[in-house]
């Protein structure tokens, strides 16, 4: 979770929510559960969201610690 989903109510896109998680398994299931197109689906979105962030956290810290240019003085 960021920190931000804390402070920020939206429902973001891409993201599971608890509401969606009916799977909760018993002692009597043996097998392992298919996966719908629509659960591989959000699971691919998922992903490219989560990726999409990290890649923008990334730039973030980029700018946060490049080495500064020295300004040449002109004469």
């Not at 920190?3 to 599971?16: A, M, N, Q």
């Not at 629509?38 to 990726?51: G, P, S, Y």
């Amino acid at each position: 979770m960021q920190l931000l989903e804390i402070f920020d109510s939206e429902d973001y896109k891409g993201h599971r929510s608890e509401d969606e998680d009916n799977t909760v398994p018993k002692l009597s299931d043996l097998r392992k559960t298919k996966l719908t197109l629509a659960q591989l689906n959000r699971l691919r979105i998922m992903n490219d969201v989560r990726k999409l962030e990290h890649e923008q956290k990334l730039e973030t810290v980029k700018q946060q610690y490049k080495i500064p240019v020295a300004e040449v003085p002109q004469m």
